[in-house]
Structure formats: C-alpha cells, structure tokens
C-alpha cells in the first residue's frame, strides 16, 4: 500500500513538472500566448502581430478580439497574460491580480481617436461638443438637420461605450434610439448602407489611408468633424497628438506575465521603434514618437 502511495506521489510529481515545463517553454522570441483585446484596436495590433511573426518565426501570438470588459475579465480570471485596452485597470482589479503574488504593469503604446462617423448623405458634418453629447444622451440636439437620427456603436462593452459613457455623458446611458452592430465593420456597413445614422468607431479603422480596409470604408462614410471651443477637428493624427481633438483616449497593453515571456517580448517590440513606427502608420500618435533622423553636410554653397 505505502509502495503504491509512493508510486501516485510520484507521477502526480513528474505530472506538475511536466505542466510547469509545458508554461515556461516560450521566451520573448519564442513560444506560444494568447493576447486578449479590445476588437475596436484590432487594425494595429494585427499590424503589430504580423510584424513580430515576421522578425520571430518560432512566436506564435494568438489575439483573442473581443470587448474591452471580456478583455479584462479574461485577464483576471487568468485566462490570458496580457490585455490590450483603452484604460488602466481600477484598484480591486490590480488586488485580484496582486492576490496571485503577481505586481500587473500598464503600459501604453499610442494614444488614438474615437471617431464619428455619418452617412455619406448626412447634412451634419459638424458637430459641436453640446451637440454630440445631446445626441448620444438623447438621440438629438437644438437645430438638428438629420431627421430621427440613430447612434450605433461596436459593442455594448466595448472601450469605445465605456470611454464615451466617462468623458461625454459622466456616466448616464445612451438613448433609446441607440444600439449595438456587433463588431467594428459591421458598425462601418450599417452606417454607409442607412440614412440618418451616426456611428461611433475607434479611429484606427479609417486612419490608415494605406490600408484597403481603410479605403473602403472612407468611401462608404464622413467623418463628422468635433468642435469643443471654436475650432472643429477630425480625429487626425496631428490633432490628437496637439490634444485639440476632444475624443482622444489611450491605448494600454496590461501584463501579468510573472517573467520574462513571450509577452514580455511583444510589449518591447510596441514600444520600440519599430512596434511605434507601426502605430505612426496606422495614423495613430505613438507613445514614443520615433525620431526621423537627418544628415546635414557642411560646406559652401555654390551657384
């Protein structure tokens, strides 16, 4: 009986070994994980995953596109070792993570736009910061030009809800006339097939003029031009970097990666130059804006 008992012991040992082994096979170049994130990013962190996969053939990042609270959810259930978001997680989430011995890291990599967007018909093509609170909160505002106007947004626990529900209407719910379309693109194609209607989009989706996706889209919408003073602005790259462009938010990777991973090793690639150039050419303002060097030569100008 003790023989048999020693027996158990030790293959549940040789077991947990095995389980522990199978955990700690990738690095920061290699390996298996899966990344769970906010669908209104997905544009740049495919880039970024593509990219990486490119450099690091033995890494495999598996994105997990879903709504910002899935995202974080996932994270605290340990269920995934990092979340790409738009906002840092609150006290009592950091504690859930910290009871697992575990300190979470935020970084951020880009700040982008939420974008407005509108049927191509759309006599409204600029709205002012009263106005597009009236609208969302409402489902419409004082000398209205569109007729019985619909809001549709990606999804009702996406980044974009919650960041629009915390800076436009401190906290109070969107109207009645407002509904969830399911994911970024199907928000996109309801709002260029439907009169009437305004959307609201992570601007990343309709930033990246070299991108197919991109371009199809822009011609199937306007962007709805935001004023907050006098000025009225789009969600251009330059704008938000200036802080002139009211609906700007930033984009957050959050780790519990205990060691030095293969998550670890994507969260150095965004934030360096080549991961930031990549948020620059998504017409997103990275967090390290990279530098364009110059060579300058010396001499006498001659005619």
Known sequence: ???????????????????????????????SIVVAVDESLTPLLQAEQEAFHALYEKAHIE???????????????????????????????????????ISPRH????????????????????????????????GKYEDMKTQSPRVVFDEAQSGVVRYIKDSLLQGKPFAKNSFAAGNSKALVDYVADTKNTFGLIGSSWISDTDDSTTVRFLKKIQVVSISKDEDAYQPYQAYIAQKVYPLARSVIVISQEPRSGLGTGFVSF????????????????????????????????TN
């Open 1 to 31: 009986m003790m023989r048999q008992l020693v027996f158990i012991l030790l293959l549940s040992g040789l077991a947990c070994n095995r389980q522990k082994s199978a955990v700690e096979t990738d690095t920061p170049t290699s390996g």
């Open 63 to 101: 994105m997990r596109f879903v709504s910002e609270a899935k995202a974080i959810e996932l994270l605290l259930n340990d269920s995934v070792r990092m979340a790409v978001v738009t906002r840092k997680l609150t006290k009592e989430e950091e504690e859930v993570i910290k009871s697992r011995k």
């Open 107 to 138: 970084i951020t990599v880009a700040k982008e736009g939420v974008a407005i967007i509108a049927h191509k018909s759309n006599p409204d093509s600029t709205l002012t910061w009263m106005q597009l609170r009236d609208l969302i909160a409402l």
């Open 270 to 301: 965004m934030s360096g130059d080549l991961g930031q150039r990549i948020v620059l050419k998504a017409g997103m303002v990275p967090a390290k804006m990279p530098l364009r060097v110059v060579s300058v030569k010396r001499g006498n100008i």
